[in-house]
């Protein structure tokens, strides 16, 4: 199964379609507001602002898994996102991402080891997956790597359509 057939709503309602990224690169976070990894979220609105002419775009997953760090209302998660850190890209639904109740969109992204292994669970908040425009896994981030290091602005740039 693709990325591109997996329900999921965005954040404010409303299904996300994930088949409009088809063609495209997408990195895939799973996002939280009172993390010490939040500030993140100033170097993934780069990365959109930098490649989305050239068919790019972040994805925010907010999910509250991880210390109950994302505990806001879709409004307040909106909010905080846009006043403190001028997010421009879309973000979906708060989904889980590990466990029983992992949303199918996780279920087809854990398979896919990070540069050190590994494979499974998701560590942590800003975990990150960049789905080539055929939509595969090209890669897997763990939470620390920073949106702006080499690394993964390489890998962005090489996934471009």
């Known amino acids: 199964m693709s990325i591109y057939d997996v329900e999921i709503e965005r954040l404010q309602g409303g299904p996300a379609d994930l088949g409009q990224y088809r063609g495209k690169a997408v990195l895939v ?29 972040v994805l925010g997953v907010p999910c509250n898994q991880f210390m109950g760090q994302e505990p806001g209302s879709a409004d307040q998660i909106a909010e905080f996102c846009s006043a403190t ?26 398979t896919t080891p990070d540069g050190e292994g590994h494979t499974g669970d998701i560590r942590w ?37």
């Open 29 to 57: 976070v799973n996002v939280a507001s009172k993390c010490g990894l939040t500030p993140q979220y100033e170097g993934l609105q780069r990365l959109q602002e930098t490649y989305a002419d050239r068919g790019f775009t």
């Open 85 to 110: 850190y001028g997010v421009s890209f879309p973000m979906t639904e708060k989904v889980e991402v590990n466990g029983d109740d992992r949303h199918p969109l996780y279920a087809g992204l854990v």
């Open 125 to 161: 908040n800003f975990e990150k997956f960049l789905i080539s425009p055929e939509g595969a896994v090209a890669a897997r981030f763990s939470p620390q790597t920073e949106p702006d290091s080499d690394e993964l602005v390489q890998a962005v740039e090489k996934a471009l359509p």
